[in-house]
């Protein structure tokens, strides 16, 4: 019994490590998942383990980026704050590419801490994932044929305003309030409306899932109370470096996809996953009514 949980924690992993970057929503596939692979925990550590196996996710994008996302060093270098001294192991660049993304998550933050459990309580559910999976999916489609034949006017994340960044965030706010949105979805959505390109759109994305997925867990890690089983720590662990592994990959994978393809296919692919959910849940409802 216990290798069989540990066998489904593993397949959460995968999904969550394969879902949580392309743009196709994590929740959605975690629901569905979740119908055939119930882990025998209780539903408060379940909620948790859901939100937490992010945490592997993440440090996909830590590991793969580090040269991008670590502020200190002397060497490679371009804008260091002075020319000698301390001031020479700064990087400005770094820096205020870290500023952009704090003011992007200003938005979830406050969602993320006013409506956590209110959102959890009425919005966490198969047909409010279905309808965000089908609506954004029409979204990706419309964007994408929209913004066809048009040039960026934003290439690089050095490009990318304050004004940008709050704008981009603004739509990430749509992900924390509707579950099945999918967080890279609706950032990238946003992206691609004010002019900035597929790739910058990606990068950016990864780069704001750090702090966001780390604040997520430490709510749920909170609220949870850290009263582990040794063997729910075990299942825990074993999906975090499922997701990591299987993260570094599926990351790899998108940035050279969309190098040579734009999003529509996920866009396709959301809409029938939404229809979906609707159909099995429909009638698994009639079954047991």
């Given amino acids: 019994m216990d290798f069989l949980e540990l066998l489904k924690a593993i ?12 743009p196709v929503s994590s929740t959605g596939h975690m629901i569905l998942v979740d119908e055939f692979l119930k882990l025998d925990v209780s539903e408060e550590f ?11 996710a993440i440090m996909a994008v830590v590991v793969l980026y580090f040269p991008k996302l670590f502020p200190f060093g002397k060497k490679n270098n371009a804008h260091p704050l002075k020319p000698d001294g301390f001031g020479a192991y700064i990087k400005c660049d770094i820096w205020q590419m870290w500023f952009k993304v704090i003011v992007a998550c200003i938005p979830a933050i406050i969602i993320g801490l006013t409506l956590d459990d209110w959102i959890d309580a009425h919005l966490y559910n198969p047909w409010t994932v279905a309808i965000a999976l089908i609506v954004f999916g029409v979204a990706f489609i419309v964007i994408e044929r929209w913004n066809k034949g048009r040039t960026p006017k934003i290439n690089s994340i050095d490009e990318l305003t ?3 960044a709050f704008i981009i965030g603004l739509f990430q706010v749509l992900a924390a309030l509707f579950p099945g949105t999918s967080r890279s979805g609706a950032t990238i959505v946003g992206a691609l409306l004010i002019g900035v390109s597929r790739v910058a759109a990606a990068e950016f994305t990864f780069y704001l899932a750090i702090p966001v ?18 063997f729910e720590m075990v299942l825990l662990l074993a999906a975090m470096v499922t997701a990591f592994i299987v993260s570094v990959f599926v990351i790899k994978f998108l940035m050279e996809y969309i190098k040579k393809h734009d999003f529509t296919v996920f866009g396709w692919y959301r809409i029938v996953l939404g229809i979906l959910v609707i159909l099995y849940f429909a009638i698994a409802r009639t079954q047991t009514a």
């Avoid at 379940?46 to 592997?56: A, C, D, R």
């Fill in 11 to 22: 397949i959460l992993g995968i999904v969550e490590g394969i879902t949580e970057w392309l």
């Fill in 46 to 56: 379940k909620k948790m383990f859901e939100v937490v196996i992010q945490l592997g």
């Fill in 162 to 164: 304050y004004k940008v």
């Fill in 213 to 230: 997925m780390f604040g997520a867990s430490l709510l749920k890690l909170v609220k949870f109370g850290m009263d582990f089983s040794g």
